[in-house]
């Protein structure tokens, strides 16, 4: 378990390097607004999400 998640919202001139999502295994191109999801306990465990796929994974309660 990873215990808490911590979601940085990344605004599009923040994203320099391109990255993989997770939720759908396409890249998500650089200068793209998205989501990274820290675990507070294993910060080196982050992953970059497309914005859309984060929310559609973890739906508000
Ligand atoms: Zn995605």
């Not at 378990?1 to 940085?8: A, D, N, Q």
């Not at 200068?31 to 914005?51: G, K, Q, S, Y």
């Amino acid at each position: 378990m990873l215990g808490e998640l911590e979601v940085r919202y990344i605004q599009a001139y923040q994203a320099t390097k391109a990255y993989l999502c997770p939720g759908c295994n396409r890249d998500i191109p650089e200068r793209t607004h998205h989501v990274v999801v820290v675990p507070t306990e294993a910060p080196d465990l982050r992953r970059h999400w497309h914005t859309g796929c984060w929310q559609r994974r973890k739906p508000r309660s």
